[in-house]
């Protein structure tokens, strides 16, 4: 069989045994299609992994860190036959860090994948449905179709859920602020606004940027989504809105709420962000999907 990827056409005669993610989304994807045993290495790790391939995750061979990936040799010395990234330029792939160049692992005889996207900018092309066709792609890459059609009717019916509970209520502008404190950095579009948008809401801003306080106050969301990290605090980037904003309407009617910003990914976890997006913007108490 054959895949259609990134401007590529991946001949499989077998199913590959030798894997490098080099992103998280990627390697929740292989963990949650039951694949863990054909990863070799993994980087790219920016959050704890959901609870249901945890303990997997934890027992992997990691060779980089959150925005630290390895080196061509690295990659190189793991014997991969397949090598995952987010993207098949820059992050991962950059030579001006020491990377390997998508080019340079395929002359060594290395399959790739560009999972969720090929390129940075197609990110803005990215919803919460992007997920599904990697899943499909790895699914039928491992001959593992019947679990992931399981895991993508799972995503399907998680997103349906939420789209049936936010059918003709109200729809509030909503602010996604990342940080910062002057500029703000707010996040959106590509899967923000599609996140945003499946769950009743618009996106207060038209692309992700960093604003100034100004036009940050002048939007003036109806609901804050507060983003955080593996190890941020809620209660303090809370606190810092709510004393520098006391008069933008999301802060008067105590509308901020927290949003980790791994449950935004275009992964398997991405219906519990869409879940926990309309529970914030209308008041609902729909059951969060379990990670």
Not at 67 to 83: A, F, I, Q
Not at 171 to 194: C, F, K, M, R
Not at 239 to 264: C, H, I, K, M, S
């Amino acid at each position: 069989m054959s895949i259609e990827n990134c401007g590529r056409t991946l001949p499989f005669d077998e199913a590959p045994e030798r894997v490098v993610t080099l992103w998280q989304s990627a390697t929740e994807m292989m963990l949650a299609l039951g694949l863990g045993d054909r990863i070799v290495a993994t980087a790219g790790d920016y959050a704890a992994y959901p609870e249901s391939i945890a303990d997997e995750a934890t027992a992997l061979n990691s060779i980089g860190s959150a925005m630290g990936w390895p080196s061509k040799e690295v990659v190189l010395s793991e014997d991969p036959d397949l090598v995952i990234g987010q993207s098949l330029e820059g992050f991962a792939f950059d030579p001006s860090y020491g990377y390997a160049t998508a080019d340079e692992l395929e002359d060594a005889g290395i399959d790739l994948y560009g999972v969720n996207m090929c390129v940075p900018e197609d990110s803005l092309s990215m919803t919460i449905d992007t997920s599904s066709q990697s899943i499909a792609d790895l699914g039928a890459i491992f001959g593992v179709e019947d679990r992931a059609d399981t895991l993508i009717a799972k995503l399907t019916e998680e997103k349906q859920a939420v789209i049936d509970a936010v059918a003709g209520l109200d729809t509030p502008s909503v602010a996604y602020y990342q940080g910062g404190e002057g500029p703000i950095h707010v996040l959106a579009g590509g899967i923000y606004d599609s996140a945003i948008e499946t769950a009743g809401g618009v996106n207060a801003f038209p692309t992700e940027a960093d604003v100034s306080r100004e036009d940050f106050a002048a939007a003036d969301a109806d609901v804050i989504l507060v983003a955080t990290f593996e190890g941020q605090d809620f209660a303090t980037r809370k606190a810092y809105l709510e004393a520098t904003f006391p008069e933008l309407t999301a802060v008067q009617n105590g509308r901020l709420y927290e949003l980790p910003v791994a449950d935004t990914d275009a992964s398997i976890s991405v219906m519990r962000g869409l879940t926990e997006i309309a529970n914030a913007i209308h008041g609902l108490d729909l059951e969060v999907p379990a990670s």
